[in-house]
């Protein structure tokens, strides 16, 4: 039998910035809340439940700086169209208001044309049937399907509201590891805007008409062929630790979308070529989250260990370079 959640209701309010002055409600709209659809937020317009300077405005109004937008936010939507499935989540943190999730590799984020079920979308709603109430189940940022590591989920409307503010403001703390291909001299900041590919829509791309999106890394160790890096982001971009490294000639090992084929030392031995080829998606591991907390103002950490995998790789990768050390 299906769940029923009672219906939960918020009000957001925000002033209209400057920048958005003279533009269409539903796009000011689109702007303003990033985290609900815009066929939902045209939906709350066509219901009443959006204000403007306490009128209830068209989707087609034009918006003005100063104006104050309110929307009562109605939570239980769209979310019964995702089937709650008993998936095993590896959980870090729970409590009223956080969760936070290791996700493995190879588990994509939300429901998408190919990817219906299975999702972490999915483990969620059968893990925490309130989640039902909350949007996209309480995610509110990502992880690519091949990228494992920490990500947070919100349990109420305000964590979440919360939560995604902080990511606006990039004061969420996000720390991943990374592999890649080419010995890196030093460590240092990619300042490179990023737009989906001009050719191939499946690809993202520094472009410069794209959005802003700015990377940090530091080097951990250097093999002779591979460096493993830390990994800093400042802004959170589709694919940017993958486009941006891939940009500056050191994409990440495994990328068959970024990358090349597969690059092993010379004279490398069979297990390390083993290895490298069989290692079928990017070397990538969301390793530290830092976030502050929705309802205590506390300031949290987490921090997971490398998954097997990863570690299989840089074993390997170490092994060789003992074994070559007598080449120099």
């Not at 957001?12 to 689109?30: H, K, N, V, Y």
Request: hydrophobic share 40%; aromatic share 6%.
């Amino acid at each position: 039998m299906e769940k029923i959640y009672p219906m939960t209701e918020e009000l957001l309010t925000t002033i209209i910035p400057d920048e958005l002055t003279g533009q269409r409600l539903d796009a000011a709209l689109a702007s303003l809340f990033p985290e609900y659809s815009r066929s939902r937020l045209s939906q709350w317009v066509k219901q009443g439940l959006i204000e403007l300077d306490e009128k209830i405005p068209r989707a087609r109004d034009k918006v003005y700086a100063g104006q104050r937008v309110s929307v009562k936010v109605q939570a239980l939507e769209c979310e019964s169209e995702v089937i709650a499935e008993n998936i095993p989540l590896d959980v870090v943190y729970e409590d009223d208001d956080l969760l936070v999730i290791n996700k493995p590799e190879g588990m994509v984020v939300h429901p998408a044309a190919g990817n219906w079920s299975g999702t972490l979308q999915n483990a969620l709603l059968y893990y925490a049937g309130i989640l039902a109430t909350v949007p996209r189940a309480g995610i509110v940022h990502r992880l690519d399907k091949d990228t494992s590591g920490l990500l947070v989920v919100a349990k109420n409307l305000k964590a979440h509201r919360s939560l995604i503010e902080q990511l606006q403001a990039r004061t969420v703390h996000r720390e991943y590891h990374a592999i890649v291909n080419g010995v890196m001299t030093a460590g240092g900041t990619i300042d490179e805007p990023i737009a989906r590919d001009a050719r191939e829509r499946k690809r993202m791309a520094v472009r410069e008409e794209g959005k802003e999106a700015i990377t940090h890394y530091r080097i951990i160790e250097k093999f002779r062929r591979h460096t493993h890096i830390r990994v800093y982001l400042e802004t959170g971009r589709t694919h940017q630790i993958r486009v941006h490294m891939s940009s500056i000639r050191y994409p990440l090992v495994g990328d068959t979308l970024y990358g090349s084929r597969a690059i092993v030392p010379k004279g490398a031995s069979e297990e390390l070529i083993a290895t490298i080829h069989g290692f079928k998606r990017q070397a990538l591991h969301a390793a530290k989250l830092g976030l502050i907390h929705p309802a205590t103002g506390e300031e949290m950490e987490w921090e997971v260990p490398l998954p097997d995998d990863l570690l299989a790789v840089l074993n390997a990768l170490k092994a060789d370079v003992i074994a070559h050390a007598d080449d120099n």
